[in-house]
């Protein structure tokens, strides 16, 4: 009984093991590689066996921050794993081989907003890409009310803001689905 109670045990490792090699472990949304960092963002900074330099912080407004040693940088717009590198080139003048993990801690800056007639209106913070239909899910979809095929979504590009028009009916039925664009931070998703 003892050997036949083992032997299932071993199987049942054996197949986890299989599983998680075939599929993987679900990677958590901002450990993506493809997440750029937003102002309002917390990052938690850590430097191997360097305690005074292990801080918290935020980026500001204008997308930069401010570290020991290190000074202003420029983070928004960057990857985890680029900010890590450039943390890493700048401390090399005062610590060497300095080993630096950043993780991103709280994301406060990549928000989407959704206003007008929907269940729900208010800022969604996502952590991986969005499309409107995603979004306007979040958002409990429109109220009985609402004019699905004349969704605006309001972008801000180089200081100018554009409207992209969003036709509800065209991509729910499949027709063109090219009009469910990926959203970007800041953008807001208009349903008159």
């Given at each position: 009984m003892i050997r036949l109670t083992r032997f299932f045990a071993a199987v049942a490792v054996i197949g986890c093991m299989a599983f998680q090699v075939a599929w993987g472990d679900p990677v958590p949304a901002a450990a993506?590689?493809?997440y750029l960092i937003q102002p309002g963002d917390?990052?938690?900074v850590t430097v191997w066996k360097e305690q005074d330099l292990s801080l918290e912080v935020i980026v500001r407004s204008d997308g930069a921050l401010s570290y020991p040693l290190v000074g202003e940088i420029q983070a928004a717009?960057?990857?985890v794993e680029a900010l890590r590198d450039e943390f890493a080139k700048r401390l090399k003048n005062f610590i060497p081989d300095p080993v630096v993990t950043i993780s991103a801690k709280a994301l406060g800056g990549n928000q989407i907003y959704v206003i007008g007639r929907v269940q729900h209106p208010g800022g969604f913070p996502f952590v991986k890409p969005l499309d409107v239909m995603e979004?306007?899910?979040l958002a409990g979809g429109g109220t009985p009310y609402a004019s699905?095929?004349?969704i605006l979504i309001l972008r801000r590009e180089?200081?100018?803001q554009r409207a992209i028009r969003f036709h509800y009916d065209e991509v729910a039925h499949g027709h063109d689905?090219?009009?469910n664009i990926v959203l970007q931070?800041?953008?807001t998703v208009v349903v008159p």
């Open positions: 993506d590689k493809s917390t990052l938690q717009g960057k990857t979004v306007l899910s699905m095929n004349r180089n200081g100018q689905l090219s009009e931070s800041g953008d």
